[in-house]
């Protein structure tokens, strides 16, 4: 029976839904590859296998994971909740240029940790591309009693987290499953496994008075054999410790001792730097209203009770929460388009669940714990790995070769792609180098580029024929090109190779840059231009809208994410 979008939670199920949601999440994001089995993710949660069908169900049609035969899988665009907290606490964009410059001047790693309950949370990591890389991303957790950020932020805590702490560190007993005290195993010291080997769980509380004493901490290999690291804190107003600057660096090159002599005087000066940053920060403005209500509302008459609405509520919430300084009540209802009671409800549950908090009493702002929701594993993702299951898809249905390429010289290089099942599929493998102007894919990146360039390219080479049906002359290039860019795809009939069509349409950053191009490729006696146009081309712009989608959560913060 469909049930419609007035119907009220209880106020306890609201927040047990969204929780049964987040811990979905949660097991995936700690699970290799972020993906696992539906019967392996009920086991990892003690969920009903029902519940993990209706959870997956709801997070696929908001496009926060992927069916994959029995697998269920995190999607890139889930990083959208790590990126509100990110871009709502102004300490992410204050702390960037100042710690990227520390990692230059010192060539070693530079990080920037807030406290996170009894963890250190990673909000920025410089990393120097060496042999002995630290493995550390944003979003990763590091227990307190492991990190030289650890014995700062120790300082400010209060008696429960301290309580917290001491329990999590106590001697396990023998058959307890490993997994920090808050279920977290995302960050990579979680892995190890809290009080595994409590015998060497160093003295936290003589550390942080250390620190307090001196102003700094040290790790020496705390949480890895061979990795020495020294932290200074930022404070905020309150004079609490709003953050620490790391410097990692390897045994191979310094002691804890050398490390600590060599970076402490620059780190101070970049904690300044830092604080200053963020006492003189201006708020951006408000992101507009979602307008996303409407689409909630039509999910839950399409997928019925299979549709969780407070866990889409929620997770609606937390993104409205992308604004420094928080959202109240009132504000949070209007962005969201939500009836106030149902916008508290979600916003109790998530400030229950230690994802929100309130300020100044009636302004609700994220937590750094809402990159515990996948973003540390999701921003390991390549561009390839992003764009390839959506080739996948679109290959499902059109039942011809798909591919993503960028534009590399006077050619296209791909750099993803699935081939069809069919048996005479197109063969051509990533890495493959094409020359741009014969090509689908060639002209929608061309037509991406400025004029100037475009002009300059265009009269540069002369462009070889390799078919009869090859255009070849500057004019007719210029002209096919314009053609592309006004219409949004190109489409080349067996100007690269007799008996080739394909059909390809660009996929743009977050500014609109065309920076890739998907394609489709076909027999033409299979399928010529006009079955290209009709039956293609929509389910070709479709992907590219999810590619785009995908990307554009993923290299917010991180450009490694874009194809190169
Ligand atoms: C890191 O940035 O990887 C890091 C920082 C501080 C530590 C350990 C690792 O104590």
């Known amino acids: 029976m469909p049930v419609t979008a007035t119907t009220p939670a209880k106020p306890g199920e609201s927040v047990a839904t969204l929780e049964r949601g987040l811990a979905v999440v949660r097991a995936l994001a700690a699970a290799p590859a972020t993906r696992m089995r539906r019967s392996d993710l009920a086991r990892a949660t003690g969920l009903a296998r029902a519940t993990v069908d209706r959870v997956a ?8 994971l992927r069916a994959e035969e029995h697998d269920a899988v995190l999607t890139p665009l889930l990083m959208e909740l790590g990126n509100a907290y990110l871009a709502a606490d102004p300490l992410a964009d204050a702390a960037d240029v100042p710690a990227r410059s520390l990692a230059d001047e010192l060539d070693e790693s530079v990080s920037v940790c807030v406290p996170d309950g009894d963890g250190a949370r990673f909000v920025i990591q410089c990393p120097r591309r060496r042999a002995m890389a630290v493995t550390f991303h944003v979003g990763d957790l ?3 009693e492991r990190c030289a950020p650890g014995a700062l932020f120790a300082a400010d805590w209060d008696e429960d987290t301290w309580r917290h702490w001491r329990e999590r560190v106590a001697p396990a007993p023998p058959s307890a499953p490993a997994g920090d005290a808050r279920g977290d195993s995302s960050g990579a010291a979680g892995r190890q496994g809290p009080g595994s080997d409590a015998a060497a769980v160093p003295d936290l509380a003589a550390r942080t008075e250390r620190a307090e004493r001196s102003g700094s901490a040290v790790d020496d290999q705390l949480v890895e054999p061979g990795l020495v690291a020294v932290a200074v804190p930022v404070r905020g107003d309150d004079g609490r410790v709003r953050c620490a600057v790391s410097v990692v660096s390897h045994t191979s090159r310094h002691t804890a001792d050398s490390l600590a002599d060599l970076a402490l ?9 830092v604080a200053e940053a963020l006492a003189e920060h201006v708020p951006a403005e408000p992101p507009s209203p979602s307008g996303r209500a409407d689409a909630l509302r039509t999910a839950k008459e399409e997928l019925g009770a299979d549709f969780l609405q407070s866990l889409a509520r929620g997770l609606e919430v937390l993104t409205c929460l992308r604004v420094t300084g928080g959202r109240t009540l009132t504000e949070v209802a209007q962005a969201t388009g939500l009836a106030r009671a149902t916008a508290r409800r979600s916003l109790s549950a998530l400030t229950q669940l230690g994802y929100v908090t309130t300020v100044d009493d009636r302004r609700f702002t994220l937590l750094p714990r809402v990159l515990e929701l996948g973003y540390a ?35 296209i290089r791909y750099v993803a792609r699935v081939a069809t099942t069919r048996v005479m599929g197109v063969d051509l493998g990533v890495g493959t180098r094409l020359p741009a102007h014969p090509t689908s894919m060639g002209r929608v990146l061309l037509a991406g580029r400025p004029p100037e360039e475009l002009a300059a390219r265009l009269t540069r080479a002369v462009p070889e024929r390799l078919t009869e049906h090859t ?21 080349v009939d067996q100007e690269l190779e007799e008996g080739l069509c394909s059909i390809a349409v660009p996929v743009r950053d977050r500014d609109g840059r065309v920076v890739a191009a998907v394609n489709v490729a076909a027999h033409a006696a299979q399928r010529g231009s006009d079955s290209l146009r009709e039956e293609v081309l929509p389910e070709l712009r479709e992907a590219a809208r999810r590619i785009e989608a995908d990307l554009a959560a993923a290299s917010e913060r991180n450009p490694g994410a874009l194809p190169s």
């Open 142 to 144: 590091l227990p307190a």
């Open 471 to 491: 255009r070849t002359s500057p004019e007719e290039l210029a002209a096919v090109v314009d053609e592309a860019r006004r219409s949004g795809y190109a489409l």
């Open 57 to 64: 169900r709801t997070l696929t049609h908001l496009g926060y």
């Open 377 to 411: 594993p999701l921003s390991r993702l390549t561009f390839e790995r992003i764009a390839t299951p959506h080739l996948a898809d679109l290959v499902r249905r059109v039942h011809d070769s798909a591919s993503v390429s960028v534009l590399d010289g006077d050619d």
């Open 265 to 273: 005087p620059r780190l101070r000066a970049c904690a300044d730097t």
